[in-house]
């Protein structure tokens, strides 16, 4: 059974950092392409960033660039978020998400984390 | 990165068939065949329904297509049912290894 289990959400200042993590289980993590997606509770999905399965390939929504961090040990088959200068409006569920291979969409989905940006 | 359109809400009756539309550009929508889209219930995460335009995840019942014309993909959903209401969200890679989604349709069941 695969599972997604990410953590490292929680409350924290405008300007600080915090680093989301994400376990996997259930599958060969190293084959996979895999995702943040962010969802403010009750608005739509937003795509935060990606990263292939060896990670020669990142890529980042505006909204975050130059402010997150995407990056993957695959010995560890575990996916990571490192989340500087945070916003107000950086405050969402942060979900982990997986690419089936040679696909392009999200086929398995972590539960979330949520990350509260307030002063 | 600007989101895909997508209408806000729709809504039919049971047996009807809905349409939801997903409008991008040449750059993403336009460019690639590879628009999925997802079913969000309240309180849940996201599924998949639809990938690479038109094609079904296995487990997905033939009520749902997808189809694509120009810059403009489209979910159908035929013989509607109660457990069809949710949230749909188009996706769309967009080149340059980014993803964008669209704005999220408000499925209503009447």
């Known amino acids: 059974e695969v599972q997604l289990v990410e953590s490292g959400g929680g409350l924290v200042q405008p300007g600080r950092s915090l680093r989301l993590s994400c376990a996997a289980s259930g599958i060969n993590f190293e084959d996979y392409a895999m995702h943040w997606v962010r969802q403010i509770p009750g608005k739509g999905l937003e795509w935060v960033s990606g990263?292939?399965?060896?990670?020669?390939?990142?890529g980042y929504a505006d909204s975050v660039k130059g402010r997150f961090t995407i990056s993957r040990d695959n010995a560890k088959n575990s996916l990571y978020l490192q989340m500087n200068s945070l916003r107000i409006e950086d405050t969402a569920f942060y979900y982990c998400?997986?690419?089936?291979?040679?696909?392009?969409?999200?086929?398995?989905w972590g539960q979330g984390t949520l990350v509260t940006v307030s002063s | 990165q600007s989101a895909l359109t997508q209408p806000a809400s729709v809504s039919g009756s049971p047996g009807q068939s809905i349409t939801i539309s997903c409008t991008g550009t040449s750059s993403d929508v336009g460019s690639y065949k590879l628009v999925s889209w997802y079913q969000q219930h309240p309180g849940k995460t996201p599924k998949v329904m639809i990938y690479e335009d038109i094609k079904r995840p296995s487990g997905i019942s033939n009520r749902f297509s997808g189809s694509k014309s120009g810059n403009t993909a489209s979910l159908t959903i035929s013989g509607l049912q109660a457990e069809d209401e949710a949230d749909y969200y188009c996706?769309?890679?967009?080149?340059?290894?980014?993803?964008?989604f669209g704005g999220g349709t408000k499925l209503t069941v009447l």
């Open positions: 990263i292939s399965w060896n990670s020669g390939t990142i």
């Open positions: 996706c769309s890679y967009a080149g340059s290894s980014v993803v964008i």
């Open positions: 998400a997986k690419v089936p291979y040679g696909h392009y969409f999200f086929d398995y």
